[in-house]
């Protein structure tokens, strides 16, 4: 399991201070208002936000102090960073090899995250030639190659209409259950979480409110953080 047990970070204006348990291989939505501290959390599992006090614990090791590239999990930003220079093929073997000095077993992995997305036939195409989903779709690529057991996803599919944002959640979804990830997704729509979350964890002020199953969390009426935030 991912365990933040009392971790603190401190920053010159504020602090922020999470407990947090999510089960191997569940999907975990994070929602709450935005500068609420969900992105941090994010940071703080990721390696990039150095906590004072407190652990990072995932399936038995601990990460507070290791450097981000060496704790075992990918990250997907709401902004996909593709190189518009690669193609879509090269820009998930960064995922593999910054230099993209790529073998043949290395070149069959990327063409088989490309399938698993849904862009079988599209490697050779730069960013500029892709939709909108496409390119997220190939940072998700990019991400899966690197075959790490730990994902975490900062609201990537925000700019993306209701359809297709619903699409890409569904096809994390299916990946992780398909390769056993444990998933954590800042989500900004909150009715995105109810369809493929196992938890819901709602972050606020620098730290966890409360979390639990979809229904409870999601419940109009369960706690008044919950019910200013689903106004807004």
């Known amino acids: 399991m991912l365990a933040l047990d009392k971790v603190r970070v401190d920053y010159p204006d504020f602090s922020v201070s999470y407990d947090l348990v999510v089960p191997e291989g569940a999907l975990c939505a994070l929602i709450g208002p935005s500068g609420g501290g969900k992105t941090t959390l994010l940071h703080t599992i990721a390696g990039f936000a150095e906590p004072v006090s407190g652990s990072v614990i995932f399936a038995g090791h601990d990460l507070t102090r290791l450097k981000p590239a060496e704790r075992p999990l990918s ?3 709401q902004d996909h960073n593709l190189f518009p220079h690669l193609t879509a093929a090269q820009n998930i073997g960064l995922g593999l090899d910054p230099r993209l000095k790529l073998n043949s077993a290395q070149k069959a992995r990327i063409e088989d995250s490309l ?3 849904g862009l079988p036939a599209l490697g050779t195409r730069r960013p500029s030639e892709l939709s909108g989903g496409q ?8 991400a899966l190659v690197r075959d790490k057991p730990l994902m975490l996803l900062d609201e990537p599919f925000t700019g993306l209409d209701p359809g ?3 699409d890409m959640i569904a096809l994390v979804d299916a990946l992780r259950r398909e390769h056993g990830l444990t998933v954590l997704m800042a989500i900004h729509a909150p009715e995105d979480a109810a369809a493929v979350a196992d938890l819901v964890a709602f972050v606020d002020e620098g730290r966890v409110v409360a979390v639990g199953p979809p229904a409870e969390i999601l419940a109009v009426g369960r706690a008044p953080e919950n019910d200013r935030y689903f106004r807004r």
């Open 115 to 117: 399938a698993r997305v």
């Open 75 to 77: 990250i997907l930003f």
């Open 164 to 166: 297709l944002r619903a």
């Open 135 to 142: 390119r997220q779709r190939v940072a998700l690529a990019r």
